[in-house]
C-alpha cells in the first residue's frame, strides 16, 4: 500500500471527524446569535427596521487648465421609494401632493428607477429643504418614502462649455450594467456627453452602501451599528486642456456676430486643445437638474441646432484653406515647384465645356505657388489640381488625415469625405464621373467635406514640422488618494511632406498675412507674426462660410486656431478677424489689464 | 423487481422526510400575512412536488445498480449536450440563462449534469486500475468535472459550478487519495490568493515546504508541485496591476460575491436579525415579525433557514442541524459498508452534494458564506432542488438496500 491511498474505514473516520467539526461551527454560530447576542438582535427587531442608503459619491470637479473650476456639485435633494415597503394607493397621492408633481410620472420613475424591492429608486429629484422636513418629520403618512442627498453638476457660465464638458443625466435603460454592482444602475446620474461621458468612471467614483435604522412608523433613528457600512470613494478631479479665458473671449465674440459657428483653438506641440467652442451654445446647467418637457423640445426642435458640437460633429467644404494640401501633394510628387507659373488667372478658365470661376472677378494674372496661396487664386490651383489627378490627391488626402477621425477624447466625432474613385464609382456609377471633378476638390469645394478638428489636425501638422499630436482634452485626472495620472501627448501621425516642402508651405502661410496682397494682412502686428489661411466655403444652402486656420508666432507656434463662421461670407472678413483675436488674446494676455509688455518680451517680433 | 421496504433504512427515510415537513411548514409561514390571515400558494406548490418526489424516489430504487452503472456516460454526455443547450436556447433569467421551460416546470440542467458527474465519476473511480495519486486517473476525472463546471460557470451560477469541483476534490478523496495529497494538488490555487501580500506569500511556500518535508511525496512530484505554487504566486500581482479598476472589482465580487452590500449584504443583515431575535425558543409558529413584516427577501428560498431561526429559536435550528447531522452521519455508514466501489462512490457523491449545499446555505443565513443562491436541500422552496435532492437520497437507499450485493 502506497502512502497515498488510505483505507476505507480510515476515510470513513476521517470524514466523520470533518463531519463533526462542520457541525460544531454551525451550531457555535447560532449559538451565538440565538443566545449570545439575542438582546441586541431582538431590539433590532422588535419595533425597527434596516433599510438601505446606498451613498452616491462626489462627484469629481473639472478645472480648466489654470485650474480654474468650470464644473462644481452642488447638493440636491432625491426623494426615493422603497417599492417592499410603500403603500401604492397611499404614498404615491401623497407625495404628488406635497411636491406638486403628478401621481402618474411618480409612478412612471419607480417603475423605470426599479432596482429591487428593497433598494430605494430614486422617483423625485432636487426637491426643496421644505418636501424633506416634511418627509424627516411625518414619515409615518409616507411608508416607504425617504430621501438621500445627491451631488448635481453646476457648470461657471459664460464660456459655452457644453461642447465640451458635455451635461449629466439619469441613465437610460440601454446604459444600465446590472452585473456589477458598481455598475450603471437605475436612477444614477452618469455623464450623457463630451468629458462628462468619456471620463464618467473617473469622475463617478465608487458607491457605497449605508444601512440604517427606521422606526415602524418610517422615522429614521439612526445608522445601524454594524460593521457592514461600505464607503463611497469619491470621483477623480480632471485638469482639463481647455483655456477658459480663451474660450469666454471667443463666446464674446459670437455673441456680438449672433452667427453659428465653431472655434478649436489647441497648442501644436501637444494637440492640447485650448478651447473648443460651438455656437449656438447651450448653457449646461440647464442639464443639471431635471429639464422640463418644453425646454428639451425647444432645444431639439431649434432650426440652429445648439446640441450639435460643431468643431468635432458638423461637416463642411474645407474651401481655401484645402489648397496647401493641393500644393503639399503636388510639390511632393515633383509636379510642381514653388517657382512654378502656369497660365495666368482672369478671374476664371475653361477646363472642357466648362468655365471654371476664380472668387476674384478681374483675375489675379500670373503667379507662383507663393503668390497663388497669398492671394488664394482657384485658377492656380485648379490647374494644379488637374496635373496631380484624383488618385494622388486622395493618397495625400487620408495621409494628412482626412476622411477620418482624429481621435479626440470625446464621442461624436465624424470622419468627413476624402472622395476617391471608388467613392465616385459608388456614387454615380462606374466611371459616370468627369474627370473635371478634381478640380473642384483642389480648391477645397465639391464632395470634399471635412470636420474643423480635421483641418485643425493638418495646419497643427504644418506648423509643428510635419508631426500630429492626438488632439485631446484631458490634462490631468487627480484621483482621491493625491495620485495624478498626467496625460502625455501622443503623436497621432505625420504629414506626409519632406521637410523642404513644409518649409515652402509655411512661407507660402506666412505670405498669406505679412504679404502686400496676402488675404489676411488684417492680421499684421508689431508682436508676432501669424501663419495661416483664410478660406470662403460655397455652402449650397445660403450664404458662403468663413473659415480662417493659423497659428502664431510663426517660426515657434504655441497655438493654432481654426474658425469658422457660417453664412459670413468671406473668411477674410470674419474667421480672420475672429482668429487673430484669439491668438492675441493667449500671446498677450488680457490686453485691457496691460499685461502685453511682458509677453512682448517673450513673443519673438518679426518686420 | 420487487423490493423488501421492511429492510429499508426508515430511520434514515423519515429524518429526510421530517425536514421535507418542515420545509413546507416554514413556506407557509414566510409568506403569511397576518392581518388577512392567508399566505401565498407556494407551500400548496412544495407539497405536489414533494409528492412528485416520493413517487420519483420510489422508482430510483427499483432500478437495478446495473443500469445505473450501464448508462453511466450516456448519462454524461446527455448532460453536457443540455448544458450547452440551455446555454444557447434556455429562458434567460435575471440575466442568467439556467433553465429549459417544459411549460408547467422549468428544468435546470446543472441539476441533473450535478447527478450525471456523480454517476459518471463513480464509474470511473470504481473500475479504473490506476493508483489514485496516478496523473493520468486525476487528470481524466478532472476533465469529467471540469467541463460541466466551466458551462455552468457561464450561465453564469458559480455556486452551482463549485458543487462540480467539490465533487470531484470529494470523489478523490473517497476513492483513496490522501488529504495530504488532496492539499498538494490545491495548493497553487492558495498560492494564487496568498501572493496578493508578499509576506504571506513568503510564509505560505515556507509552509508548503515544510508540509512536504514530512509528506515526502516524491522528488518529481514535489518539484511540480513548487513549481506550479511559484508560477501562480508570481503571476499574481503582475496580472493584478494590469486590471483596470472594474475588473479588480469584478474579480473581488467573484471571489466573494458578499461583497455586494445593497443586495446581498442587506439580506445577510437582515437575517442575522431574524435569527438572532428568535432566541432560545423562537417567536412562535406564524409570528416571526422580521419575516411576516417582509424585511427579509428571498426568504422562502435561500432564506428559508431565518424564517426557522425567527419562529423556531435556537431549539429549531438545533433540530434541523441535527437531523441533517444525523442524515450524513447515516450516509457515511452506509458509503462505507458498501461492498460494490461503485455503490459507495455514488453514496458518497449524493453525500457530498447534500452536505455542500447543506454547509454553505445556513452558513450564508448568519454570514459565515457568502452569499452564492444555492437552497437548503429539502427545505427551500423548489421543484427541480428538490426532485433533485430526493432522487439523491433514493440512491443512497437504493445503494444500501443492495450493499452486500455486486
Not at chain 1, 442608503?53 to 426615493?80: C, H, Q, Y
Not at chain 1, 401621481?103 to 418636501?131: C, H, M, W
Not at chain 1, 498677450?588 to 496691460?594: I, M
Request: charged residues 20%; glycine residues 8%.
Amino acid at each position: 500500500m502506497s502512502a497515498y491511498f488510505i483505507e476505507k474505514d480510515h476515510r470513513a473516520k476521517i470524514a466523520s471527524v470533518l463531519l463533526i467539526i462542520a457541525l460544531m461551527v454551525i451550531i457555535a454560530g447560532l449559538f451565538y446569535h440565538q443566545i449570545i447576542r439575542y438582546k441586541s438582535f431582538l431590539a433590532q427587531s422588535e419595533e425597527n427596521r434596516i433599510r438601505i442608503r446606498p451613498i452616491i459619491p462626489k462627484r469629481g470637479v473639472i478645472f480648466d487648465r489654470n485650474m480654474e473650476m468650470i464644473a462644481d456639485n452642488r447638493l440636491s435633494f432625491t426623494v426615493s421609494i422603497v417599492p417592499m415597503e410603500m403603500e401604492k394607493d397611499v404614498t404615491l397621492p401623497r407625495l404628488a401632493e406635497l411636491t406638486g408633481a403628478d401621481t402618474l410620472e411618480i409612478k412612471k420613475k419607480l417603475n423605470a428607477n426599479f432596482i429591487s424591492k428593497y433598494i430605494p429608486a430614486a422617483v423625485l429629484r432636487d426637491q426643496d429643504i421644505g418636501v424633506i422636513s416634511t418627509l424627516e418629520e411625518n414619515g409615518e403618512h409616507f411608508p416607504g418614502a425617504t430621501y438621500s442627498v445627491e451631488s448635481v453638476r453646476q457648470y461657471v457660465e459664460g464660456i459655452s462649455a457644453e461642447t465640451f464638458i458635455g451635461y449629466i443625466a439619469e441613465v437610460a435603460p440601454d446604459e444600465i450594467d446590472n452585473e456589477s454592482q458598481w455598475g450603471y444602475r437605475p436612477g444614477r446620474l452618469i455623464g450623457k456627453k463630451g468629458i462628462e461621458k468619456a471620463y464618467d468612471r473617473e469622475l463617478r467614483g465608487i458607491e457605497g452602501t449605508d444601512f440604517i435604522e427606521v422606526s415602524a412608523r418610517g422615522q429614521i433613528i439612526g445608522p445601524y451599528g454594524g460593521k457592514d457600512r461600505v464607503p463611497a470613494v469619491p470621483g477623480a478631479d480632471l485638469v482639463l486642456t481647455i483655456d477658459a479665458a480663451l474660450q469666454r473671449e471667443i463666446v464674446k465674440f459670437y455673441d456680438s456676430l449672433q452667427a453659428s459657428g465653431g472655434v478649436v483653438a489647441l497648442d501644436p506641440t501637444t494637440g492640447e486643445i485650448l478651447a473648443l467652442a460651438s455656437f449656438p451654445g447651450l448653457d449646461p446647467n440647464l442639464f443639471s437638474g431635471v429639464i422640463p418637457d418644453e425646454i428639451w423640445r425647444s432645444i431639439i426642435d431649434d432650426p440652429r441646432h445648439p446640441l450639435l458640437n460643431r468643431p468635432t460633429s458638423s461637416m463642411y467644404p474645407p474651401g481655401s484653406t484645402a489648397k496647401l494640401l493641393t500644393a503639399g501633394a503636388a510639390l511632393e510628387r515633383g509636379v510642381l515647384t514653388p517657382e512654378t507659373i502656369l497660365r495666368g488667372c482672369g478671374g476664371g478658365m475653361r477646363f472642357g465645356n466648362r468655365v471654371f470661376k476664380c472668387w476674384q472677378e478681374h483675375g489675379h494674372g500670373r503667379l507662383d505657388l507663393y503668390h497663388a496661396v497669398e492671394q488664394s487664386c482657384n485658377v492656380y490651383f485648379y490647374q494644379v489640381g488637374q496635373i496631380l489627378g484624383l488618385d494622388a490627391w486622395n493618397e495625400f488626402a487620408v495621409k494628412c488625415g482626412f476622411g477620418k477621425k482624429s481621435g479626440i477624447d470625446i464621442s461624436g466625432e465624424l470622419s468627413g469625405i476624402a472622395p476617391s474613385r471608388a467613392y465616385y464609382d459608388k456614387a454615380f456609377g462606374p466611371n459616370r464621373w468627369s474627370k473635371l471633378l478634381i478640380l473642384n476638390i483642389a480648391i477645397g469645394q465639391g464632395e470634399f467635406i471635412v470636420t474643423p478638428l480635421q483641418l485643425t489636425q493638418f495646419y497643427a501638422g504644418l506648423a509643428n514640422g510635419g508631426k500630429v499630436f492626438k488632439p485631446h482634452l484631458l490634462k490631468e485626472i487627480r484621483y482621491p488618494e493625491r495620485s495624478v495620472q498626467k496625460i502625455e501627448p501622443t503623436l497621432s501621425f505625420t504629414l506626409p511632406f519632406s521637410q523642404n516642402t513644409l518649409s515652402v508651405l509655411s512661407r507660402a502661410l506666412e505670405l498669406v498675412v505679412q504679404g502686400e496682397r496676402g488675404t489676411a494682412k488684417g492680421l499684421r502686428n508689431k508682436y508676432y507674426t501669424i501663419a495661416g489661411k483664410t478660406g470662403t466655403a460655397q455652402n449650397p444652402h445660403g450664404k458662403d462660410h468663413s473659415w480662417f486656420v493659423g497659428y502664431a508666432p510663426s517660426n515657434a507656434p504655441r497655438i493654432l486656431v481654426c474658425a469658422l463662421v457660417e453664412n459670413a461670407g468671406h473668411g477674410s472678413e470674419v474667421a480672420a478677424p475672429l482668429a487673430g483675436r484669439i491668438i492675441k488674446r493667449y500671446l498677450l494676455g488680457d490686453s485691457t489689464q496691460n499685461v502685453i509688455a511682458q509677453s512682448v518680451a517673450e513673443s519673438p517680433v518679426t518686420e | 423487481m420487487t423490493v423488501d421496504y421492511k429492510s429499508l433504512d426508515w430511520k434514515f427515510i423519515l429524518a429526510t422526510v421530517g425536514l421535507s415537513l418542515i420545509g413546507i411548514m416554514l413556506i407557509y409561514s414566510a409568506h403569511y400575512d397576518s392581518s388577512a390571515g392567508s399566505s401565498l400558494n407556494f407551500y400548496i406548490k412544495q407539497s405536489i412536488w414533494l409528492l412528485l418526489a416520493f413517487v420519483l424516489f420510489n422508482a430510483v430504487f427499483h432500478i437495478p445498480v446495473r443500469v445505473i452503472d450501464f448508462i453511466a456516460y450516456p448519462l454524461y454526455g446527455l448532460s453536457i449536450i443540455l448544458l450547452i443547450l440551455v446555454l444557447v436556447a434556455g429562458e434567460t433569467r435575471m440575466g442568467a440563462s439556467r433553465w429549459f421551460s417544459l411549460g408547467f416546470m422549468s428544468v435546470s440542467p446543472s441539476d441533473i449534469g450535478k447527478l450525471a458527474l456523480i454517476v459518471a465519476l463513480s464509474r470511473f473511480f470504481a473500475y479504473t486500475k490506476l493508483p489514485p495519486q496516478s496523473k493520468r486517473r486525476l487528470a481524466f476525472s478532472a476533465m469529467l468535472a471540469f467541463i460541466p463546471a466551466l458551462l455552468v460557470m457561464k450561465q453564469p451560477d458559480l455556486g452551482s459550478s463549485l458543487v462540480f469541483v467539490v465533487l470531484l476534490f470529494s470523489l478523490w478523496f473517497w476513492s483513496g487519495l490522501s488529504p495530504a495529497y488532496l492539499i498538494l494538488i490545491v495548493s497553487p490555487l492558495i498560492s494564487l490568493v496568498a501572493a496578493f501580500h508578499w509576506i504571506a506569500w513568503v510564509i505560505y511556500l515556507v509552509l508548503l515546504i515544510v508540509f512536504m518535508l514530512i509528506l515526502k511525496p516524491g522528488i518529481l512530484f514535489g518539484v511540480i508541485v513548487f513549481t506550479f505554487n511559484l508560477a501562480f504566486g508570481m503571476i499574481t500581482p503582475f496580472i493584478w496591476n494590469h486590471l483596470e479598476d472594474y475588473q479588480k472589482l469584478r474579480v473581488i465580487t467573484f471571489l466573494d460575491p458578499g461583497r455586494d452590500p445593497q443586495r446581498a449584504g442587506y439580506q445577510i443583515i437582515q437575517s442575522k436579525i431574524a435569527i438572532g431575535s428568535g432566541g432560545i425558543i423562537g417567536k412562535g409558529y406564524l409570528e416571526g415579525s422580521q419575516s411576516q413584516l417582509k424585511f427579509l427577501p428571498e426568504r422562502h428560498t435561500d432564506f428559508v433557514f431565518s424564517v426557522l431561526g425567527e419562529e423556531f429559536g435556537f431549539v429549531g435550528t438545533l433540530t434541523v442541524v441535527l437531523l441533517f447531522g444525523f442524515i450524513f452521519y447515516r450516509g457515511i455508514r452506509i458509503a462505507s459498508r458498501c461492498r460494490s466501489k461503485f455503490t459507495s462512490n455514488l453514496v458518497w457523491g449524493a453525500l457530498t452534494i447534500i452536505f455542500f449545499q447543506f454547509f454553505v446555505n445556513i452558513g450564508m443565513t448568519f454570514g459565515l458564506m457568502p452569499v452564492t443562491g444555492l437552497p437548503l436541500p429539502f427545505l427551500s422552496y423548489g421543484g427541480t432542488s428538490l426532485l433533485l435532492n430526493w432522487t439523491l437520497i433514493g440512491i443512497i437507499v437504493l445503494a444500501d438496500y443492495h450493499r452486500s450485493e455486486y
